[in-house]
Antibody, heavy 116, light 107 residues
Framework: EVQLVESGGGLVQPGASLKLSCVASGFTFSDYWMSWVRQTPGKTMEWIGDIKYDGSYTNYAPSLKNRFTMSRDNAKSTLYLQMSNVRSEDTATYYC?????????WGQGASVTVSS | DIRMTQSPASLSASLGETVNIECLASEDIYSDLAWYQQKPGKSPQFLIYNTNSLQNGVPSRFSGSGSGTQYSLKINSLQSEDVATYFCQQYNNYPLTFGSGTKLEIK
Protein backbone atom coordinates (compact mmCIF):
# COMPACT_ATOMS: atom_id res chain seq x y z
CA GLU A 1 0.00 0.00 0.00
CA VAL A 2 1.36 3.40 -0.97
CA GLN A 3 1.80 5.61 2.07
CA LEU A 4 3.07 9.16 2.47
CA VAL A 5 3.50 10.51 5.98
CA GLU A 6 4.33 14.16 6.54
CA SER A 7 5.83 15.59 9.70
CA GLY A 8 7.41 18.78 10.97
CA GLY A 9 4.41 21.07 10.99
CA GLY A 10 3.39 23.31 13.86
CA LEU A 11 3.23 26.88 15.07
CA VAL A 12 6.04 29.09 13.80
CA GLN A 13 6.74 32.80 14.11
CA PRO A 14 6.84 35.10 11.11
CA GLY A 15 10.31 35.27 9.61
CA ALA A 16 11.35 31.88 10.97
CA SER A 17 12.29 28.73 9.09
CA LEU A 18 10.68 25.32 9.11
CA LYS A 19 11.47 22.01 7.46
CA LEU A 20 8.80 19.49 6.58
CA SER A 21 9.52 15.84 5.90
CA CYS A 22 7.53 13.19 4.07
CA VAL A 23 8.40 9.52 4.46
CA ALA A 24 7.22 7.28 1.64
CA SER A 25 6.54 3.56 1.73
CA GLY A 26 4.85 0.90 -0.36
CA PHE A 27 6.56 1.85 -3.63
CA THR A 28 10.02 2.47 -5.07
CA PHE A 29 10.47 6.10 -4.05
CA SER A 30 13.41 6.69 -6.38
CA ASP A 31 11.25 5.90 -9.43
CA TYR A 32 8.92 8.84 -9.00
CA TRP A 33 8.81 12.60 -9.21
CA MET A 34 7.34 13.99 -6.01
CA SER A 35 5.65 17.26 -5.20
CA TRP A 36 4.35 19.48 -2.43
CA VAL A 37 0.90 21.05 -2.50
CA ARG A 38 -0.64 23.26 0.16
CA GLN A 39 -4.23 23.98 1.06
CA THR A 40 -5.10 27.24 2.75
CA PRO A 41 -7.65 27.53 5.56
CA GLY A 42 -10.08 28.76 2.89
CA LYS A 43 -9.51 25.44 1.04
CA THR A 44 -7.61 26.91 -1.92
CA MET A 45 -5.15 24.40 -3.38
CA GLU A 46 -1.72 25.72 -4.36
CA TRP A 47 1.05 23.72 -6.03
CA ILE A 48 4.41 24.48 -4.44
CA GLY A 49 6.78 22.54 -6.65
CA ASP A 50 8.06 19.17 -7.73
CA ILE A 51 11.36 17.31 -7.80
CA LYS A 52 12.72 14.77 -10.23
CA TYR A 53 13.12 11.14 -9.11
CA ASP A 54 16.89 11.52 -8.66
CA GLY A 55 16.70 14.96 -7.09
CA SER A 56 18.57 16.57 -9.98
CA TYR A 57 15.82 18.94 -11.06
CA THR A 58 13.15 20.98 -9.39
CA ASN A 59 10.29 23.20 -10.47
CA TYR A 60 8.69 25.77 -8.19
CA ALA A 61 5.71 28.08 -8.11
CA PRO A 62 7.25 31.44 -9.05
CA SER A 63 5.79 33.16 -5.99
CA LEU A 64 7.51 30.68 -3.64
CA LYS A 65 10.76 29.96 -5.44
CA ASN A 66 12.89 32.33 -3.37
CA ARG A 67 11.77 31.05 0.03
CA PHE A 68 10.96 27.34 -0.42
CA THR A 69 13.41 24.57 -1.29
CA MET A 70 12.60 20.96 -2.04
CA SER A 71 15.02 18.09 -1.66
CA ARG A 72 14.93 14.33 -1.27
CA ASP A 73 16.94 11.48 0.18
CA ASN A 74 16.19 8.36 -1.84
CA ALA A 75 18.11 6.15 0.58
CA LYS A 76 15.64 7.17 3.27
CA SER A 77 12.61 7.40 0.95
CA THR A 78 12.10 10.89 2.29
CA LEU A 79 11.03 14.14 0.67
CA TYR A 80 11.74 17.50 2.29
CA LEU A 81 10.42 21.03 2.10
CA GLN A 82 12.57 23.77 3.60
CA MET A 83 10.56 26.91 4.23
CA SER A 84 12.33 30.14 5.10
CA ASN A 85 11.21 33.62 6.11
CA VAL A 86 7.67 32.33 6.59
CA ARG A 87 4.71 34.69 6.45
CA SER A 88 1.15 34.56 7.74
CA GLU A 89 -0.04 33.65 4.24
CA ASP A 90 2.02 30.44 4.46
CA THR A 91 -0.47 29.16 7.03
CA ALA A 92 -1.85 26.02 5.41
CA THR A 93 -1.92 22.26 5.40
CA TYR A 94 1.04 20.95 3.41
CA TYR A 95 0.66 17.75 1.42
CA CYS A 96 3.33 15.55 -0.03
CA UNK A 97 2.17 13.89 -3.26
CA UNK A 98 3.43 11.31 -5.72
CA UNK A 99 3.48 12.59 -9.28
CA UNK A 100 2.20 10.55 -12.17
CA UNK A 101 -0.26 12.06 -14.65
CA UNK A 102 -1.71 14.17 -11.93
CA UNK A 103 -0.94 13.26 -8.32
CA UNK A 104 -1.98 9.73 -7.54
CA UNK A 105 -1.11 9.59 -3.85
CA TRP A 106 -1.35 12.17 -1.07
CA GLY A 107 -0.17 12.20 2.50
CA GLN A 108 -2.38 13.06 5.43
CA GLY A 109 -0.96 16.59 5.50
CA ALA A 110 1.12 18.65 7.91
CA SER A 111 -0.48 21.73 9.42
CA VAL A 112 1.63 24.89 9.53
CA THR A 113 0.45 27.99 11.35
CA VAL A 114 2.47 31.18 11.07
CA SER A 115 1.68 33.53 13.91
CA SER A 116 3.40 35.58 16.58
CA ASP B 1 -0.09 30.85 -15.31
CA ILE B 2 -3.05 28.81 -16.54
CA ARG B 3 -6.18 29.79 -14.65
CA MET B 4 -8.67 27.01 -13.90
CA THR B 5 -12.22 28.30 -13.42
CA GLN B 6 -14.37 25.68 -11.76
CA SER B 7 -18.16 25.77 -11.47
CA PRO B 8 -20.40 25.63 -9.65
CA ALA B 9 -18.79 26.49 -6.32
CA SER B 10 -21.38 24.39 -4.55
CA LEU B 11 -23.99 21.92 -5.60
CA SER B 12 -26.85 20.18 -3.85
CA ALA B 13 -28.40 17.11 -5.44
CA SER B 14 -30.59 14.18 -4.50
CA LEU B 15 -29.47 10.59 -4.14
CA GLY B 16 -29.56 8.83 -7.49
CA GLU B 17 -29.26 12.06 -9.48
CA THR B 18 -26.58 12.84 -12.04
CA VAL B 19 -24.33 15.84 -11.42
CA ASN B 20 -21.86 17.69 -13.59
CA ILE B 21 -18.94 19.83 -12.51
CA GLU B 22 -17.19 22.06 -15.02
CA CYS B 23 -13.64 23.28 -15.32
CA LEU B 24 -12.58 25.95 -17.80
CA ALA B 25 -8.90 26.49 -18.51
CA SER B 26 -7.61 29.89 -19.58
CA GLU B 27 -5.76 28.21 -22.45
CA ASP B 28 -5.61 24.84 -24.16
CA ILE B 29 -4.32 22.18 -21.76
CA TYR B 30 -4.42 19.33 -24.28
CA SER B 31 -6.41 17.00 -22.02
CA ASP B 32 -3.78 17.14 -19.26
CA LEU B 33 -6.42 17.34 -16.59
CA ALA B 34 -6.98 15.47 -13.34
CA TRP B 35 -9.85 15.38 -10.86
CA TYR B 36 -9.65 14.85 -7.12
CA GLN B 37 -12.20 14.15 -4.42
CA GLN B 38 -11.68 15.49 -0.92
CA LYS B 39 -14.03 14.23 1.76
CA PRO B 40 -14.48 16.37 4.88
CA GLY B 41 -11.41 16.23 7.10
CA LYS B 42 -9.49 13.99 4.68
CA SER B 43 -6.73 14.30 2.11
CA PRO B 44 -7.60 14.57 -1.59
CA GLN B 45 -8.04 11.32 -3.47
CA PHE B 46 -7.12 10.85 -7.13
CA LEU B 47 -10.15 10.14 -9.31
CA ILE B 48 -9.37 10.78 -12.97
CA TYR B 49 -6.34 11.60 -15.12
CA ASN B 50 -5.86 12.46 -18.81
CA THR B 51 -9.35 13.97 -18.74
CA ASN B 52 -11.20 10.65 -18.83
CA SER B 53 -9.05 7.83 -17.43
CA LEU B 54 -10.42 6.43 -14.20
CA GLN B 55 -7.92 5.68 -11.45
CA ASN B 56 -7.96 2.06 -10.25
CA GLY B 57 -10.67 1.47 -7.69
CA VAL B 58 -12.77 4.53 -8.56
CA PRO B 59 -16.43 3.62 -9.12
CA SER B 60 -17.58 3.65 -12.73
CA ARG B 61 -20.32 6.16 -11.94
CA PHE B 62 -17.54 8.77 -12.14
CA SER B 63 -16.50 9.89 -15.60
CA GLY B 64 -14.59 12.75 -17.16
CA SER B 65 -14.74 14.41 -20.53
CA GLY B 66 -13.59 17.46 -22.41
CA SER B 67 -10.91 18.87 -24.62
CA GLY B 68 -9.12 22.11 -25.33
CA THR B 69 -10.14 24.48 -22.55
CA GLN B 70 -13.42 22.88 -21.38
CA TYR B 71 -13.62 19.86 -19.11
CA SER B 72 -16.20 18.22 -16.91
CA LEU B 73 -16.64 15.60 -14.23
CA LYS B 74 -19.88 13.63 -14.24
CA ILE B 75 -21.20 11.60 -11.34
CA ASN B 76 -24.05 9.24 -12.19
CA SER B 77 -26.45 7.84 -9.63
CA LEU B 78 -25.23 10.01 -6.76
CA GLN B 79 -24.46 8.14 -3.55
CA SER B 80 -24.19 9.46 0.01
CA GLU B 81 -20.46 8.66 0.04
CA ASP B 82 -19.96 11.12 -2.83
CA VAL B 83 -20.38 14.07 -0.45
CA ALA B 84 -17.07 15.86 -0.87
CA THR B 85 -15.31 18.78 -2.49
CA TYR B 86 -14.05 18.12 -6.01
CA PHE B 87 -11.03 19.82 -7.56
CA CYS B 88 -9.72 19.89 -11.09
CA GLN B 89 -6.01 20.36 -11.81
CA GLN B 90 -4.06 20.96 -15.01
CA TYR B 91 -0.61 19.47 -15.50
CA ASN B 92 0.05 20.65 -19.04
CA ASN B 93 2.14 23.61 -18.04
CA TYR B 94 4.11 24.88 -15.07
CA PRO B 95 3.12 26.13 -12.61
CA LEU B 96 0.55 23.42 -12.08
CA THR B 97 -2.79 24.93 -11.09
CA PHE B 98 -6.01 23.85 -9.45
CA GLY B 99 -9.62 24.86 -9.75
CA SER B 100 -11.23 26.47 -6.71
CA GLY B 101 -13.30 23.42 -5.87
CA THR B 102 -16.95 22.36 -5.97
CA LYS B 103 -18.60 21.37 -2.72
CA LEU B 104 -21.17 18.64 -3.33
CA GLU B 105 -23.92 18.00 -0.82
CA ILE B 106 -26.94 15.75 -0.71
CA LYS B 107 -30.31 17.48 -0.85
Amino acid sequence: EVQLVESGGGLVQPGASLKLSCVASGFTFSDYWMSWVRQTPGKTMEWIGDIKYDGSYTNYAPSLKNRFTMSRDNAKSTLYLQMSNVRSEDTATYYCTRVTEGMDAWGQGASVTVSS
Amino acid sequence: DIRMTQSPASLSASLGETVNIECLASEDIYSDLAWYQQKPGKSPQFLIYNTNSLQNGVPSRFSGSGSGTQYSLKINSLQSEDVATYFCQQYNNYPLTFGSGTKLEIK
